[in-house]
């Protein structure tokens, strides 16, 4: 029998028609109650937006009231219309009060009987969180001893695979059989994820963002933020800044995966180093015993090593002239190397034991590597491969759903609008241009959904919480090129998102809100396994929806989700909750904007 018949739907208009006369304002709230208000936990900046999604059916505007920590009003308004947003299939309502500019802890928002998470109103906001989402990077590291001084107690660990039994890596590491016939000491760097693999393509993003945070920080004034001492790392008191300290310490193992010369494809990256077979949950780090391996060098790989050189050259000079030096002699054998081998590219299909990150079309990391190196020499031979390549002029390479570690044309783009360098005026104004108006597609993109996200629907991808954060990045660098206040609205909306202001009410953050996750994918911090490991550290980040559903518990438990819900904290969702250094490292660019003042 159909639900709806004419007969039935013309009974319900009148029916309707007759409860605009007749209603109580009991019944009114009855039809109308909201089913949640979603807000960013952590809260909002006094001069920021402050906005809340309000997941409700009614089509009529609806009071809201702004409660302070003593239950006081401190505000109310009306709630506007926000229409069906698609990515969820909730109906909501905005509820805007950024006029309010009061600060305190402990702010609620009421509408129409539904109460918020509760959150703060502060101008130091951010500051914890920014220092937190960096100092991830510590607890990632590999080869070396994770101290409870700067950790905590429950985060300390022995130094991983640096050749100590039962580890067998990563000091003296062989390639995979036919790959290469000697050993490399690759110790160092970072683990990519909730896995123990390094992989130079992700590492390489990652080192960018954070090397790019602290470029663009100093260059609108805000070096000390990020400068020596701000972070839980060992090297504090060295003065050098402690985002570049942490950067290094992937450096110098992305110069480790380099192919000496005298050896057959010299000056190449070996793609990835990684265990030989997947390991289980939990493995702690200093515990793994499985073979480690180096997989063909690739171009792609080269191609991350020949930026992230090029881009240590220019930023660490003025700390370190020698270790610069040695970053640019890296960067331009990468380069040369990858200009002789362009056609190494890395499948799919090498994925036992650690990541495939495959890559088969590398123009955009050779538009990348030549930004760099140009923007860091000037010099002409880098400049001919800038405005040679393709991806110079394409109008693509902001695409929807962002930039990502396979597709890095972007960060050359970026680069070159806010690095001085010699492309001709106009050139540059194009360049400039370019994006600003990927920024103005975001902020079009979020003005169309109920949660201001700047993804599109079918952009709920595996890690689709990073591609949040590079688009919002976008947002930010238009920002900084315009002056433009409404570009900054978008990249702290885009914060809002990611920490609560969702259709799960979810924050990804740990310690971050009072719903957050708190169970992502990792062989160390695997409290849901075994009790006595820890969570993740405050300032993890989980990857979010995926809406592939890529492994068995989000196949299980999120079956016919809308994309935007297709999360689960569970430490098995390797697909919508891991944690990974190409996602913790825009959250930790996005915040240090955001926590500018
Ligand atoms: O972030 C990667 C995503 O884009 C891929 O679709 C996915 C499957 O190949 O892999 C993701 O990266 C994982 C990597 O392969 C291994 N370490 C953990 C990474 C995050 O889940």
Redesign the pocket.
């Known amino acids: 029998m159909p639900k709806s018949t004419p007969l039935a739907r013309t009974a319900t208009a009148l029916l309707a028609g007759a409860l605009l006369f007749v209603a109580t304002p009991t019944t009114q709230a009855a039809v109308a109650a909201p089913s949640a208000v979603q807000v960013n936990q952590l809260g909002y900046l006094p001069d920021g937006p402050k906005r809340a999604t309000v997941v409700t059916a009614s089509t009529t505007a609806l009071p809201w009231q702004l409660r302070d920590a003593s239950g006081r009003t401190a505000a109310s308004g009306t709630t506007t219309a926000g229409g069906a947003d698609a990515a969820s299939g909730d109906s909501t309502q905005l509820a805007d009060f950024s006029s309010y500019r009061g600060t305190g802890t402990g702010y609620t928002l009421t509408v129409d009987g539904r109460t918020s998470h509760p959150f703060d109103i502060r101008a130091g906001l951010y500051d914890g969180l920014r220092a937190d989402a960096m100092s991830f990077f510590y607890q990632q590291r590999s080869g070396t001893p994770i101290e409870a001084r700067l950790a905590g107690a429950a985060y300390a660990r022995p130094a991983g695979h640096l050749g100590v039994a039962p580890n067998q890596g990563d000091t003296s590491v062989p390639c995979q059989p036919g790959v290469c016939d000697y050993a490399q000491d690759v110790r160092g760097g970072w683990y990519?994820?909730?896995?123990q693999?390094k992989?130079v393509v992700?590492g390489g993003i990652a080192t960018w963002q954070l090397v790019n945070s602290f470029e663009r920080a100093a260059r609108s004034g805000h070096a000390a933020a990020l400068g020596d001492s701000t972070l839980r790392v060992p090297e504090r008191g060295n003065k050098v800044p402690d985002v570049l300290d942490e950067a290094r310490w992937e450096l110098e193992f992305l110069m480790r995966m380099q192919i000496p010369d005298g050896k057959p494809l010299a000056g190449m990256a070996f793609h990835k180093i990684h265990d030989a077979a997947w390991t289980g949950l939990p493995t702690r780090p200093e515990q793994d015993s499985q073979p480690r391996e180096l997989h063909p060098p690739s171009t792609a790989a080269t191609l991350n090593l020949a930026a992230t050189a090029a881009q240590c050259a220019r930023v660490y000079a003025p700390y370190d002239a020698a270790f610069a030096a040695r970053c640019l002699t890296s960067a331009r054998r990468a380069w040369t190397a990858a200009q002789a081998h362009p056609d190494r590219l890395a499948p799919d299909s090498d994925?036992t034991g650690?990541?495939?990150?495959g890559d088969t079309r590398v123009g955009d990391e050779f538009y990348w590597a030549a930004a760099e190196l140009y923007a860091t020499t000037k010099e002409s031979r880098y400049r001919d491969a800038v405005t040679s390549s393709p991806f110079h002029t394409a109008d693509d390479v902001f695409t929807a759903g962002g930039f990502?570690?396979a597709d890095t044309a972007a960060l050359g783009r970026i680069t070159l609008a806010t690095v001085p360098n010699g492309l001709p005026a106009t050139d540059l104004t194009r360049v400039r241009a370019s994006v600003v108006s990927a920024a103005d597609a975001y902020l079009a993109t979020m003005s169309r959904q109920g949660y201001a996200v700047p993804l599109p629907t079918d952009g709920y991808?595996?890690?689709s919480n990073g591609q949040v954060a590079n688009n919002a990045s976008v947002i930010a660098v238009a920002h900084e090129l315009t002056r433009q206040p409404r570009y900054r609205t978008g990249a702290l909306e885009a914060l809002d998102y990611l920490l609560g202001r969702n259709a799960l009410g979810q924050s990804y953050v740990t310690g971050y809100g009072d719903h957050t996750a708190l169970n992502q994918h990792h062989r160390f911090w695997a409290h849901q396994y075994d009790a006595t490991l820890p969570n993740p550290p405050a300032g993890s980040f989980a990857?979010g929806p995926n809406a592939a559903l890529?492994d068995p518990v989000a196949q299980e438990k999120l079956a016919g989700c809308k994309p935007a819900k297709c999360y689960i904290d569970d430490i098995g969702s390797?697909?919508t909750n891991?944690v990974?250094i190409?996602w913790n490292a825009p959250l930790a660019w996005l915040v240090a904007f955001a926590a500018e003042r």
């Not at 990519?192 to 896995?195: E, I, N, P």
């Not at 650690?354 to 990150?357: I, L, P, R, S, V």
């Open positions: 990519d994820a909730g896995d693999g992989y992700n994925g650690g990541g495939a990150y990502a570690w991808v595996w890690g990857g890529q390797y697909s891991e990974a190409n």
